[in-house]
């Protein structure tokens, strides 16, 4: 089993940071892409960044590029998102989540964000 923990969340105002940070412990961090998802009050969650083993591969949602950059530590077991210029429509709970091949099938419990206009 993995366990991930998020956090790193917060209210911020517009235009604003925040750096998420996921750690991962349990079974191996590795060979595994990990991935940030965030779910806004009444809507589905988004998949919203991606990055690969080695860290030399990534992937963004439309919204978030240019803004948004994903990174890991394997020696720390830690994923982390760092989010710029956030705006009020990226308030949403943001999860990570661990890709063990087949599937999504690791998730932390998610930490709140929150921009303020």
């Known amino acids: 089993q993995v366990q991930l923990v998020e956090s790193g969340g917060g209210l911020v105002q517009a235009g604003g940071s925040l750096r998420l940070s996921c750690a991962a412990s349990?079974?191996?961090?590795?060979?595994?892409?990990m991935g940030w998802f965030r779910q806004a009050p009444g809507k589905q969650r988004e998949y919203v960044a991606r990055?690969?083993?080695?860290?030399?591969?990534?992937y963004y949602t439309n919204s978030v590029k240019g803004r948004f950059t994903i990174s890991r530590d394997n020696a720390k077991n830690t994923v982390y998102l760092q989010m710029n210029s956030l705006k009020p429509e990226d308030t949403a709970v943001y999860y990570c989540?661990?890709?063990?091949?087949?599937?999504?099938?690791?998730w932390g419990q998610g930490t709140q964000v929150t921009v303020s206009s």
């Open positions: 990055i690969n083993w080695t860290g030399d591969n990534t």
């Open positions: 989540g661990l890709f063990d091949g087949i599937s999504w099938g690791y």
């Open positions: 349990g079974r191996t961090f590795s060979p595994y892409a």
